[in-house]
């Protein structure tokens, strides 16, 4: 087990009571969730909140402009370019590039993210979504050696990412109406733990859920909690 010193406040409010204080340090957590579950509401209160426990952050997107993620988070009355202004924020856009050979080129991504890292001397990464980071260029190998190809690129990354001394928070969508929790399945097995997010059934609409799937070396709770997003808050786990 962790002690408390080796643990990171996940920011998200009611979550770190269901698994010991928080997430073990230094390691990749993944939130899986269909569109619209709170994946990236997830990502961010983990920064926001995070920067007022005193911890910077990166928020690495590749597919959403950095323009788009500041006016969500207002939108949430989340003021980000307050500590963007501050340095304790840098939201970062990525741009995977590719060798030649269309391998994807894992250094390079690690590189730039270190680099981005220690502008800030960031304690917190959050990625979102991880699966765009890997897909593109896979598109004209045949499918069984595209696989392969992610499957060794998402490996080196969390490894890689591990080494950093930083601790990430990777968000995953999972194919609407599928059992799958990342769009590549081998997401979920490199990280240390997973988080999902869903809708569920009630009455004539939905309710939010979320469950601890996995959390390596921490005993968690296995229930399943409904939650709320809520202005100003965010994430907020009933219990
Ligand atoms: N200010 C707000 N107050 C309450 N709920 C909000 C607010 N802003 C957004 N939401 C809810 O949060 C949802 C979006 O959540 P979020 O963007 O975190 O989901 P996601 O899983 O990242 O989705 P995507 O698949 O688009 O990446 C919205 O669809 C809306 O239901
Ligand atoms: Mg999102």
């Known amino acids: 087990m962790y002690s408390e010193k080796q643990r990171i406040q996940t920011g998200i409010y009611g979550l770190d009571a269901l698994i010991g204080g928080g997430f073990p340090l230094g390691r990749t957590y993944l939130v899986a969730g269909e569109t619209g579950t709170g994946k990236t509401t997830f990502a961010l209160q983990y920064l926001y909140r995070g920067i007022e426990y005193g ?22 009355g989340w003021d980000l370019e307050k500590f963007i202004d501050e340095n304790k924020l840098l939201i970062a856009e990525l741009t995977p590039l590719f ?10 991504v690690i590189g730039e993210l270190k680099g981005l890292i220690s502008e800030i001397e960031a304690k917190r990464l959050a ?24 499957r060794n690129y998402i490996r080196r990354l969390i490894f890689a990412l591990d080494e950093l001394n930083i601790t ?26 997973v988080i999902v997010l869903r ?15 996995k959390l390596r070396g921490v005993n968690h709770s296995l229930s399943v909690y409904n939650f709320v997003i809520q202005r100003g808050k965010g994430i907020v786990i009933s219990t």
């Open 55 to 76: 911890d910077s952050g990166l928020y690495v997107t590749i597919d959403e402009r950095p323009k788009h993620i500041i006016e969500d988070a207002t939108s949430l």
């Open 99 to 108: 060798s030649d050979t269309m391998k994807i080129d894992a250094e390079q």
């Open 127 to 150: 990625i979102d979504p991880i699966a765009p980071l890997v897909l593109r260029g896979t598109e004209v190998l045949d499918p069984l050696a595209a696989q392969m190809v992610v």
């Open 168 to 193: 990430t928070v990777a968000t995953s969508e999972v194919p609407t109406g599928t059992r799958q929790l990342s769009r590549y399945g081998v997401e979920e097995f490199l990280a240390s733990g």
């Open 199 to 213: 809708f569920s059934r009630m009455n004539s609409g939905f309710v939010r859920e979320l469950y601890i799937r």
